[in-house]
Nanobody, 118 residues
Framework: QLQLVESGGGLVQAGGSLRLSCSASGTQTGAKTMAWYRQVPGKQREWVASVTNSDTTNYATFVEGRFTISRLGTKNTLYLNMHNLRPGDTGAYYC????????????WGQGTQVTVSS
């Protein structure tokens, strides 16, 4: 069974940094696209950043150069390096992956909590 597991969340002061990780298990196939989403209190889940299997990256406007997404493609391991964190970045961060085989589908992790104190 294909699963995504996130790690690396925690409590950090404003201006600090965190690194989130996500690993996929249960497949030998590389994901077509992997992404990070977040859900901050009082808002719907929103897209943060994504990376394709050709290492093309895209970021939400609110990232403003503070986050970097990267992946180890064949190992389906995804990272999000976050710097200059703000209290408004507080929320649950979710890893997502789209597979076109092995088995095909969109998959989500269970989320990891990021809390930024002022």
């Amino acid at each position: 069974q294909l699963q995504l597991v996130e790690s690396g969340g925690g409590l950090v002061q404003a201006g600090g940094s965190l690194r989130l990780s996500c690993s996929a298990s249960g497949t030998q196939t590389g994901a077509k696209t992997m992404a990070w989403y977040r859900q901050v209190p009082g808002k719907q889940r929103e897209w943060v950043a994504s990376v394709t299997n050709s290492d093309t990256t895209n970021y939400a406007t609110f990232v403003e150069g503070r986050f970097t997404i990267s992946r180890l493609g064949t190992k389906n391991t995804l990272y999000l390096n976050m710097h200059n964190l703000r209290p408004g970045d507080t929320g649950a961060y979710y890893c997502s992956a789209r597979f076109i085989a092995g088995p095909a589908g969109d998959y989500w992790g269970q989320g990891t909590q990021v809390t930024v104190s002022s």
